[in-house]
């Protein structure tokens, strides 16, 4: 008994053995085979301040590869201030809730008492948290206080928070002396129960007191009425994702990613065009892992007049969110056109350009690994491949890329909000 019980020991620890080979193999393998030269990419890179895009392109989109790295979230102000200066750019959206876009865009209009801490303290997301997102933010102000070409705005588009909706309609109220105050909603921003409490029953019923009482023409004229009652459509909107099985991401995503355009649509005919949007790669994308993406909408309805820009990396240490708090993990991408970057530096590819090149062309048009990380910690990510890279031609992707060698982990100012 005992010999059969160490050869099943030692079958079993082969076994393992055998399997965490081939995953590492599986892992691995892809990026030492990128990691070569491709000589002739340096005779199309561009840098993020070479003209981007064409003139009579109405909506630009940016994505990041990963949420957790500070290398994107800089690009997020290079690409904005190309924009700006080359095609008249004249707001960004970013993947945040539209109410706390509004604090942002009030913040940056000067108008607003708050202190840009305490618009943070109101940003859901802590990815929009950290230094390189305040000096958009900051950038973006100033340009608006001394310029006399133009006016830069500031929106969200996402409808997965609306706390800070409810927040933006209860200040309205108080700032003009509307005779309108509800208990469940001074609980609800009190922080006494989440969304998807039962208790949120009375905070929608005084929510639709409210918007009948501010859709009174006496009340058409004050400043601000129009988004504030925009915030009312996109707590109506959160209120029907919160209603999606928490499992069905499928559902989730695609009611998400519809919603986020609609939203998109409904601000580009308020500011005008063109504009600049930015969020995951795997939103302003053509396409995605599992569901129809926002991108893939805004081609429908756009047509030539969307450009999508994504971005990669080779090697990143990315911040991502884990059940203890935020930490940081490495993984790779095996993305041959990043891997480039480490001798050209940051650099950025329009993948028309490359048409009269075919060995160029056939790597974006064929299919190509590129890293795909989200917000969240998932133990798989080190195990299985498929979890952390996307494999899909780039070019039915995006219209161009921009690529980082090695991206490194931002950090979240006033951490713990």
């Not at 081939?22 to 892809?30: A, L, R």
């Not at 989109?61 to 500070?70: I, P, R, V, Y």
């Not at 569901?291 to 971005?311: H, N, P, Q, R, S």
Request: net charge negative; hydrophobic share 40%.
């Amino acid at each position: 008994m005992k010999k059969i019980l160490k050869i099943v020991l030692i079958i079993a620890i082969l076994l393992i053995v055998g399997i965490f080979a081939v995953v590492m193999f599986q892992m691995y393998k892809p990026v030492l085979d990128a990691s070569k030269e491709i000589n002739e990419v340096g005779d199309y890179a561009l840098s993020v301040t070479d003209e981007l895009v064409g003139q009579d392109v109405k909506v630009i989109g940016l994505g990041e590869a990963t949420h957790g790295n500070k290398e994107f979230q800089e690009l997020k102000l290079d690409v904005l201030k190309t924009l700006v200066r080359d095609n008249g750019v004249s707001a960004i959206c970013f993947e945040m809730d539209y109410a706390e876009g509004l604090l942002v865009n009030e913040y940056i209009s000067g108008k607003s008492d708050m202190t840009i801490e305490d618009v943070f303290s109101h940003i859901s997301f802590d990815i929009y948290r950290t230094e390189e997102i305040k000096e958009l933010i900051e950038w973006m102000k100033a340009y608006n206080a001394d310029s006399k070409d133009g006016y830069l705005e500031f929106y969200g588009f996402d409808i997965q928070n609306p706390e800070v909706d409810v927040y933006v309609i209860d200040e309205f109220v108080k700032r003009n002396h509307i005779p309108l105050e509800s208990e469940s909603i001074r609980a609800y921003l009190a922080g006494e129960f989440r969304f998807r409490d039962e208790r949120m029953a009375d905070v929608f019923a005084s929510l639709e007191t409210y918007r009948e009482t501010l859709s009174d023409d006496k009340y058409k004229d004050l400043a601000g009425i129009d988004k504030v009652l925009k915030c009312f459509d996109n707590i109506l909107l959160s209120k029907e994702l919160a209603a999606i099985p928490s499992g069905d991401a499928v559902a989730y995503g695609t009611y998400r990613d519809k919603a986020m355009t609609d939203n998109i649509v409904g601000i580009s005919d308020s500011v005008g065009y063109p504009i600049m949007i930015t969020g995951h790669n795997g939103h302003v994308g053509y396409a995605g892992s599992y569901v129809k993406t926002m991108g893939a909408y805004l081609k429908e309805a756009l047509g030539d007049d969307y450009f999508v820009i994504g971005t990669d990396y080779f090697k990143t240490s990315t911040s991502l969110s884990t059940v203890k708090g935020r930490k940081n993990y490495t993984y790779y991408s095996a993305d041959p056109l990043s891997y480039q970057a480490k001798r050209l530096g940051t650099y950025y590819l329009r993948f028309d350009d490359l048409k009269d090149n075919e060995k160029l062309n056939s790597i974006v048009t064929g299919k190509m690994p590129t890293g795909s990380l989200g917000e969240g910690f998932n133990p798989l990510n080190k195990l299985l491949p498929g979890t952390i890279r996307l494999y899909a031609p780039p070019a039915d992707l995006y219209d161009g890329m921009i690529f980082v060698y090695e991206a490194s982990p931002f950090t979240i100012l006033n951490d713990g909000m």
